[in-house]
């Protein structure tokens, strides 16, 4: 039975894999979160990159064939590196995935005025991976970014409530930046948990999109 291996800097890419786990029932399944050095969020891309490839290294390890990087941070600044350079020499018959292209792909079909808003880590907003990738699908497309610097140590440490009224003030700070926005990706596994909370958060005009769902529809193309 093929094994998929999942990495994330914790548990938020558990949201993943509960909806891939849906569609993809007869696939064995390793999830391996990095909850000793979460989060990631502040830290350079070469210790990201560092980190997320040994996340990687122990689940092919462990017998995954296929590693999906269930992290928006590492997807952003590893994937392209771990697939261009380490994979060819020393893993060419396996195979690394990110969430940022296919979670791109659903977001930017999902708005009308085409202007889309994202809540992420600094590392993910710094990174430039979504406006870069949704620019590729749609160029007439706009985003705009919002860091979240203390979501995902808030969520990690169980501290949901704070983490909501934290994100209170990021939602505002998002939506001044432009009025035209009309659908706000969490670009966070992590954000998932406190989902609904956002979701009461944000104007009812605006869709929400958390990624776990998407996310699996394209693994399971």
């Known amino acids: 039975m093929s094994v998929i291996g999942f990495f994330d800097s914790g548990f938020g890419g558990l949201s993943v894999v509960r909806e891939i786990r849906r569609q993809l029932p007869d696939f064995s ?31 092919f390890h462990r ?11 590492s997807s952003s600044v590893a994937l392209r590196r771990i697939q261009q350079e380490y994979l060819p020499l020393h893993f060419p018959q396996r195979n690394v995935l990110g969430i940022v292209i296919p979670t791109a792909e659903e977001v930017s079909r999902l708005s009308v005025t085409k202007v889309i808003g994202v809540l992420a880590t600094e590392v993910t907003v710094n990174s430039q991976a979504y406006p870069q990738e949704i620019c590729k699908i749609d160029p007439l497309v706009q985003v705009r970014q919002q860091a979240c610097p203390l979501l995902v140590p808030l969520i990690e440490s169980g501290e949901l409530q704070k983490a909501a009224e934290a994100a209170q003030r990021y939602v505002d700070q998002l939506l001044a930046q432009d009025k035209n926005i009309d659908t706000i990706l969490l670009g966070c596994t992590h954000y998932a948990l406190i989902a609904d909370a956002i979701r009461s958060i944000v104007p009812a005009k ?7 769902t998407s996310v699996a529809g394209k693994r399971a193309d």
């Not at 979160?33 to 980190?51: E, F, I, K, M, Q």
């Not at 017998?63 to 941070?73: E, I, P, Q, S, W």
């Not at 605006?206 to 776990?212: A, M, Y």
């Open 63 to 73: 017998g995954a064939t296929l590693v999906v990087l269930a992290c928006n941070t």
């Open 29 to 59: 399944f390793i999830y391996l979160g990095d909850n000793a050095r979460s989060p990631y969020a502040g830290l350079s891309r070469d210790t990201v990159h560092r980190y997320t490839l040994e996340g990687v290294l122990e689940l």
């Open 206 to 212: 605006i869709r929400t999109v958390s990624q776990g």
